[in-house]
């Protein structure tokens, strides 16, 4: 992890309320984001933790292919079938 000074969240499972890190740690939070929950630092490996958010907006697009990834299978979810 060099050079990286962050370690991005995102949520995991949106019902239980569950987060999870870039570095491979799941949070669940009774209630809020961990922001909310003033965890200003992830846990685990210490970096200042940030969210990704899912209706966040296209910043630091280039670097969240897998949030784009999320994205797009939601969408289709919702809006057709999944069926090919
Ligand atoms: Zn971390």
């Known amino acids: ?3 990286v ?8 499972d949106e019902e239980a309320n569950a987060w999870e890190s870039e570095c491979g740690l799941v949070w669940w939070f009774e209630v809020g984001e961990p922001k ?8 685990k490996c210490g970096r200042h933790l940030t969210q ?8 630091a697009a280039s670097q969240t292919e897998s949030k784009a990834e999320v994205l797009s299978s ?4 919702s809006t057709r079938p999944h069926r090919q």
């Not at 990704?52 to 910043?59: E, F, K, P, V």
């Not at 939601?74 to 979810?77: D, F, M, N």
């Open 52 to 59: 990704l958010a899912l209706d966040a907006g296209d910043s």
């Open 5 to 12: 000074l962050y370690c991005n969240w995102q949520i995991h």
């Open 36 to 43: 909310e929950n003033e965890m200003n630092y992830c846990p």
């Open 74 to 77: 939601l969408l289709a979810l």
């Open 1 to 3: 992890m060099k050079g």
